[in-house]
């Protein structure tokens, strides 16, 4: 394929409150937008989203339906707009393609809990998402992985499709507002002590109850500490944390903030003295490479992939272990110069990382499925 390329786009994860799969989508557009002459056609199950990156000249907005289903949309609605906008090549940010499409597809595969980690999901879900995500990574011409980690598992799981993958990492915090002050941001946030910070949607394997205990270790030692959770809640089966919260007698020391825009997200970094990010299992960990990029001390699991990725730059503790998350959050609240250091490492760390190589990299990936490579 040569010349400009027409892109289809699964763009739902810009719709309603977009998490880490929305950011990511959204920084692919912001840079893709800008080279070259290539024409973008997003699909949405729905309204189209007030979100400036669609504003580009060179993306052409297709609001289909509302389906009620989402199987529905992607394998009939899409499908038919689809084949009327004539692309060379589609992509899907979020797990699953359009199995129904006749144009090479580029899928991006986050990780693999619902084979890994069945659990948070119910019975019926993590069925759906485990037979669908194998019928799409078959149909898929590429597939991305966002780490070393997320590789192997598909690769483990599916070696027939290995040489298929390619590993493309995220990129840091440059597209979040730029942060007020540290001190400006404590006022405007009604600070009066430390500020520990956890970032991304609630799961079960994100362990919130050991950080939870573990701040009511600390509560004793350190007044006026804050934990801040920010992220909604889908546990399944479902965690009542403001309940376990009151159990442990922290309830004043703890807020939930559900889910955050940007600005406000932007906000918390800026104030926090810790990012915490714990997890039994995790694809990449966006939240802890953003804090490291904002220049917040990081704390994560000792379980893959957050301490292949961030041990290097990070406090890396058993996520089922409160005494020892608790004893590490003291040491750097109570050790400027450990705090200072994480920082930097951190920074250096987050360094390597950009949103213009992740898009350099899966516009590769597109450009070779297109042409059947």
Not at 1 to 27: F, H, K, S
Not at 76 to 91: E, G, I, K, N, S
Not at 148 to 166: G, N, V
Not at 266 to 282: C, G, K, M, P
Request: glycine share 8%.
């Amino acid at each position: 394929m040569r010349g400009p390329l027409r892109v289809g786009i699964d763009a739902r994860e810009l719709q309603g409150r977009p998490t880490g799969t929305g950011r990511y989508l959204r920084n692919l557009l912001r840079i893709w937008t800008r080279q070259g002459d290539h024409a973008f056609f997003a699909y949405f199950n729905g309204g189209i989203p007030d979100d400036p990156v669609l504003a580009a000249p060179n993306v052409t907005l297709r609001p289909l339906g509302p389906a009620p289903n989402g199987m529905i949309w992607q394998e009939w609605q899409l499908p038919t707009a689809a084949r009327r906008d004539q692309l060379h090549v589609f992509f899907s940010p979020a797990y699953s393609c359009p199995l129904r499409l006749e144009v090479p597809r580029v899928t991006a595969v986050h990780d693999l809990s619902f084979f890994v980690w069945p659990a948070d999901f119910s019975f019926l879900d993590g069925l759906r998402r485990r037979v669908l995500v194998g019928l799409s990574l078959r149909a898929s011409a590429r597939i991305l992985a966002c780490s070393h980690f997320t590789c192997r598992e598909i690769a483990s799981r599916f070696p027939a499709l290995k040489d298929r993958l390619r590993q493309v990492p995220l990129g840091p915090d440059d597209d979040l507002a730029p942060a007020p002050p540290r001190e400006a941001a404590r006022a405007q946030l009604g600070l009066r002590g430390p500020l520990l910070l956890s970032v991304g949607t609630v799961l079960n394997r994100r362990c919130l109850p050991t950080l939870l205990r573990a701040t009511a270790r600390l509560a004793r030692s350190f007044p006026g500490l804050t934990l801040e959770v920010v992220g909604e809640n889908r546990t399944h089966p479902g965690l009542d944390c403001q309940r376990l919260a009151r159990v442990l007698g922290i309830r004043d020391r703890v807020r939930f903030a559900g889910f955050l825009d940007e600005t406000q997200l932007a906000l918390r970094y800026a104030a926090a003295e810790v990012a915490i990010s714990l997890s039994e299992y995790e694809g990449f960990g966006l939240p802890a490479l953003e804090a490291m990029s904002r220049g917040v001390p990081v704390l994560v699991s000792d379980r893959p992939s957050l301490n292949e990725i961030f041990g290097a730059a990070a406090l890396v503790v058993d996520p089922q272990d409160d005494a020892a998350l608790a004893e590490a959050l003291a040491r750097v609240l109570s050790d400027p110069t450990l705090a200072r250091d994480l920082a930097a490492r951190g920074r250096g760390l987050a360094s390597h990382y950009s949103w213009r190589e992740t898009a350099r990299l899966t516009w590769d990936a597109l450009l070779a499925a297109s042409r059947g490579d």
